[in-house]
């Protein structure tokens, strides 16, 4: 079984400041890794996803996270983020077993 | 466009009913999934079904039941045995066990 904690329940930012979303993980076995956004009463979108190979990867919007393994972690980031930015964001993390854990969210707040 | 569709959006019941709520998919994916979203709690996993005709519970399966008679349907009953049914349920499909998830925009049920 594996747990996500999503260490910011809420971040506060003004427009074209960079942001991070911090995601910590725990899991005795080798993982694999999504962030997904989730807009007002709407389900949820992948944002991107780490299977394996480059421990970086990046979206089509602008979004980038890393996957480190020695510090169980999956940072999101944005060096610039939009007002459209505005959203709950979710880290998850599976196993190959369909069960996958989803952190509790960090609600993202984008001021002009 | 495939998608996975969620009807009605919202829902109102009496307390001691049960209710039905809907997922259909168009995208062919062998996986469904029920989850239930409450505010500050991130998603949790109520059932899932890997192919046709089979379904396990998940963490949070108390007072549900679903089943999977056709690849694109998945229904879940909410039945009277739920002791807090208020809440946002979102389906899910995949392709696989490790592939990403795609949803449809939830049905958000409220009960009296």
């Known amino acids: 079984a594996q747990s996500v904690t999503q260490l910011d329940s809420q971040v506060p930012v003004f427009e074209e400041a960079p942001v991070e979303l911090r995601c910590n993980y725990s899991?005795?076995?080798?993982?694999?890794l999504f962030w997904y956004v989730q807009y007002p009463n709407q389900g949820l979108q992948l944002l991107l996803k780490y299977l394996s190979g480059s421990t970086l990867v990046e979206s089509i919007n602008g979004f980038e996270a890393e996957f480190n393994k020695s510090q169980t972690s999956f940072h999101l980031r944005k060096p610039s983020v939009h007002i459209s930015d505005t959203a709950e964001y979710f880290c998850a993390v599976g196993s190959n077993d369909y069960k996958l854990s989803f952190g509790a969210g960090t609600t993202v707040t984008v001021r002009a | 466009d495939g998608g996975i569709t969620q009807s009605p959006k919202y829902l109102f019941r009496k307390e001691g009913q049960n209710v039905t709520l809907s997922c259909e998919q168009n995208l062919n994916h062998d996986a469904m999934y029920w989850y239930r979203q409450d505010p500050g709690q991130g998603l949790r996993l109520i059932y899932y079904?890997?192919?046709?005709?089979?379904?396990q519970k998940g963490d949070i399966a108390e007072g549900y039941s679903v089943s999977r008679e056709k690849k694109e349907s998945f229904p879940l009953t909410v039945t009277s045995a739920q002791k807090n049914p208020t809440a946002f349920y979102l389906c899910?499909?995949?392709?696989?066990?490790?592939?990403?998830?795609?949803f449809g925009n939830g049905t958000r049920l409220t009960v009296t």
């Open positions: 899991s005795s076995v080798s993982v694999y």
């Open positions: 899910a499909s995949s392709i696989t066990g490790d592939s990403p998830l795609h």
């Open positions: 079904s890997q192919i046709v005709n089979d379904f």
